[in-house]
């Protein structure tokens, strides 16, 4: 007996909020990814806890809840067998550290009156979660200050990113943005570095977490950067 992809009717019978639907959803589809090919039991049930042990325990826990809440509906509808339940592990003593110790900043100099293009391009990266070569790739009229959005093509892939009226006020009226966006990637190293400590790398993590703290789920984010896997931000969410 294989397991069964019934994640759209497991979430359809629950009165879960969106977010915890999401989370679920992603949980749940690597949990039939494990499965792929595999035939349900309490020994391949078990590989599957042993497959967590690289994550958090605050992840563990979370993953096998979701799989014994999926497990448990799959039985009340007669899509199994058996009743199967798997058993975390005890919580141990010592408390493990997190994947990502990145932590949440404030950057008011960013916000100060506009007076380099380090400062520019700071601020693009916190509110866009743009890299070098993406802020390499825009033009000033890609910027659509009527209906605040910013527009961006990759890939032949389109994203539109909201505008926050925060970043519209200290940069609207910059006349001559294109001259910045047509520089050479180590001129925008350089101009940023004059400017901050903070990495590009960095200052675009803290955009992540803002992202996260807003409520967006991993697919969300992972749009919004306009990658084509969550992998990368995994850890993000353990």
Known sequence: MTLPNEIDGFLASKNFSANTKSNYKYDL????????????????????????????IAAQKRKISSCNHYLSYLYQQKKIEHFYKLIPEKTR??????????????????????????????LIILEFGLNFSEIQQLKWENFDWKFKILTIEKRGIKRVLPIREKFSLRVKNITNANEVFNKSRQFLYIELKKFTSATSKEIREQYILRQIRSGK???E?????????????????K
Request: hydrophobic share 40%; charged share 20%.
């Open 221 to 237: 984010v992972a749009k919004l950067l306009g990658l084509s896997t969550i992998v990368t931000l995994e850890k993000y969410y």
């Open 217 to 219: 789920t991993i697919y």
């Open 93 to 122: 003593a010592k408390v493990e550290p997190e994947l990502t110790t990145t932590r949440m900043k404030e950057f008011p100099e960013f916000y100060a009156p506009l007076q380099s293009p380090g400062q520019f391009l700071a």
């Open 29 to 56: 589809t690597q949990l039939l990814d494990f499965f792929a090919g595999k035939i349900l039991n309490e020994t391949t049930l078990e590989l599957y806890k042993n497959s967590l042990n690289n994550r958090s």
